[in-house]
T-cell receptor, first 116, second 111 residues
Framework: DAGITQSPRYKITETGRQVTLMCHQT?????MFWYRQDLGHGLRLIYY???????DKGEVPDGYVVSRSKTENFPLTLESATRSQTSVYFC???????????????FGAGTRLSVL | GQQLNQSPQSMFIQEGEDVSMNCTSS?????WLWYKQEPGEGPVLLIA?????ELTSNGRLTAQFGITRKDSFLNISASIPSDVGIYFC???????????FGAGTRLTVKP
């Protein structure tokens, strides 16, 4: 199906383990984003990517690594998970954030991550 | 970046009532978006606004882009149980990656 999909939907891991969250979009959108959602904070930007091989930090990048070797995929890796990284993670994509009416971000269903 | 001030944080209303929520900021925005998030799902776009003063409807939902460009309002008329969820505002400053989000308004509708 067309759209933006995230996997896994749920993940439980232990402190210190490496975890990778996957994001795939079929719209050929240039921009992709990773957010975390925590109570009282709304959505906070972790990393974003303007195109394949171009990534940049958002508001809360510490402890996370991203890559974008293909336009359609934008995985997020927690290199050594900590309890403070327990959250719901959303991936989003956008056609062209720099252009009005093309800057709408479309979201995946999210990954609920628990770090024990 | 600074998040948007969204209020109220939560609302408990009776089916059939009208609902109003808003987002404010000290910054100017070029685009305002309103999303709805249902339990276990990602935010889904409801309404997009692109001009100061613009008033746009989507069924029972109406949103307005504030004249000052620093705020936006969402109204839901004649609420129904399926309106339950969290409503988020988002504002785009005009810079490429600078989309800011409100913390959400959690709406509960009692049948």
């Amino acid at each position: 199906d067309a759209g933006i999909t995230q996997s896994p939907r749920y993940k439980i891991t232990e402190t210190g383990r490496q975890v990778t969250l996957m994001c795939h979009q079929t719209w050929s959108h240039s921009y992709m984003f990773w957010y975390r959602q925590d109570l009282g904070h709304g959505l906070r930007l972790i990393y974003y990517s303007a195109a394949a091989d171009i990534t940049d930090k958002g508001e809360v990048p510490d402890g996370y690594v991203v890559s974008r070797s293909k336009t359609e995929n934008f995985p997020l890796t927690l290199e050594s998970a900590t309890r403070s990284q327990t959250s719901v993670y959303f991936c989003a994509s956008s056609e062209s954030p720099g252009k009005v009416a093309k800057n709408i971000q479309y979201f995946g269903a999210g990954t609920r991550l628990s770090v024990l | 970046g600074q998040q948007l001030n969204q209020s109220p944080q939560s609302m408990f209303i009776q089916e059939g009532e009208d609902v109003s929520m808003n987002c404010t900021s000290s910054s100017i925005f070029n685009t305002w978006l309103w999303y709805k998030q249902e339990p276990g799902e990602g935010p889904v776009l409801l309404i997009a606004l692109y001009k100061a003063g613009e008033l746009t409807s989507n069924g029972r939902l109406t949103a307005q882009f504030g004249i000052t460009r620093k705020d936006s309002f969402l109204n839901i008329s004649a609420s129904i149980p399926s309106d339950v969820g969290i409503y988020f505002c988002a504002g785009w400053t005009g810079n490429n990656n600078d989309m800011r989000f409100g913390a959400g308004t959690r709406l509960t509708v009692k049948p």
